[in-house]
C-alpha cells in the first residue's frame, strides 16, 4: 500500500452531495459513473492530494443502500492505492486478514478492487485498489 488513494462517502443523493462538495464547499467534480458489480453510482471529487469518492446506491439492494439504512450517510471506506492486487490479495490472506473479496473485482475507472472485511480491520471498512489502464 503505498498512499490512500480515495475515501468512499455513501450518499442518498449524488446530485444533493455534488451541490454540497463542488459547490458550496468548491471542490473539482472528476466524472460520474455506474459502477455494475458494486451496484452504484459514482462521483469523484479532486480534494487535493485525496479522492473522495461519493456512493449512492444504483439499487435497493446495493451495499451502499444497506449501510445508509444501518448507519445512514457518511464515511464508508478508505481506499489504498496497490499494485500487484492478487499478491496484495494473498498477503493479506497470510496475515490473517478476512478478505470479503478474495478475487479482485471491477471498480469504478476500469480499477481492479478488493475490501478486506472490517472484522479484521477494527471495523473500519478498507479497499484495495489497482489503477486501470491509463487512470491517474
Ligand atoms: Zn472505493
Not at 459547490?23 to 451496484?39: D, F, N, R, W
Not at 479484521?120 to 489503477?131: A, D, F, P, R
Request: glycine fraction near 10%.
Amino acid at each position: 500500500m503505498n498512499k490512500v488513494d480515495h475515501i468512499g462517502i455513501a450518499v442518498s443523493s449524488l446530485e444533493a452531495a455534488l451541490l454540497l462538495y463542488a459547490g458550496q464547499l468548491g471542490m473539482t467534480h472528476i466524472k460520474t459513473e455506474t459502477v455494475a458489480s458494486q451496484k452504484v453510482r459514482v462521483a469523484f471529487i479532486d480534494a487535493g492530494n485525496v479522492k473522495l469518492e461519493l456512493l449512492e446506491p444504483a439499487a435497493p439492494d446495493s451495499p451502499i443502500a444497506r449501510f445508509i439504512q444501518k448507519r445512514g450517510p457518511g464515511i464508508h471506506h478508505i481506499a489504498f492505492n496497490v499494485k500487484d492486487i492478487e499478491t496484495r490479495i494473498a498477503e493479506m490472506k497470510s496475515r490473517g486478514i478476512e478478505m470479503i473479496q478474495e478475487e479482485p473485482a471491477a471498480g469504478a475507472g476500469g480499477a481492479k478492487i478488493a475490501f478486506m472485511h472490517p472484522k479484521s480491520t477494527g471495523s473500519v471498512l478498507m479497499e484495495l485498489c489497482e489503477k486501470g489502464e491509463g487512470e491517474a
